[in-house]
């Protein structure tokens, strides 16, 4: 196969496309939502929250994977060793973006918190931490059913 050939498969692969799509609808629900409650302001808030901004429902890491994993199942089998390190991979990111990124988000306000009011003090000079942006249980699951479905999509038709 030529390189061409290979990047035709490239842009054109299920799994590829299932993934792009799941990430894509999610980060785009998450800005939807962010309109109605009138949390975006801007231009430039609206981009970064189409493509980068972390956090809300649904979970785009979580559709990412799950859709991937899901793909990867129907094209290949449950039982093959790359569906194996793609459920790997969704389960690792799950509890990720439900533990480690939550229980830092959740410290770091905190903290910001703390600081802002000794920073009032004049106690201290105090640059706030970037709060990341875990999920929710409940943000977690919508991102992984919508990424099972486009997974399901992407593998049937």
Request: charge should be positive; include cysteine; hydrophobic fraction near 45%.
């Amino acid at each position: 196969m030529n390189f061409s050939e290979q990047i035709k498969g490239f842009i054109t692969s299920p799994v590829l496309l299932a993934g792009l799509s799941s990430w894509l609808s999610a980060q785009f629900i998450k800005t939807v939502i962010n309109i109605l409650y009138g949390r975006i302001h801007s231009i430039p808030e609206l981009l970064e929250n189409l493509f980068w901004k972390t956090g809300g429902l649904p979970s785009s890491h979580s559709a990412l994977v799950t859709s991937i994993c899901t793909t990867i199942g129907f094209r290949n089998g449950i039982t093959s060793d790359i569906f194996m390190l793609a459920l790997a991979f969704l389960m690792v990111t799950v509890r990720d973006a439900l533990g480690v990124r939550r229980s830092n988000g959740i410290q770091a306000k905190k903290i910001n918190e703390i600081g802002k009011r000794l920073n009032e003090k004049e106690l201290i000079e105090y640059k706030p931490l970037k709060e990341v942006n875990g999920h929710t249980p409940m943000e977690v699951t919508l991102g992984c059913i919508l990424g099972m479905g486009m997974g399901l999509a992407f593998s049937i038709f």
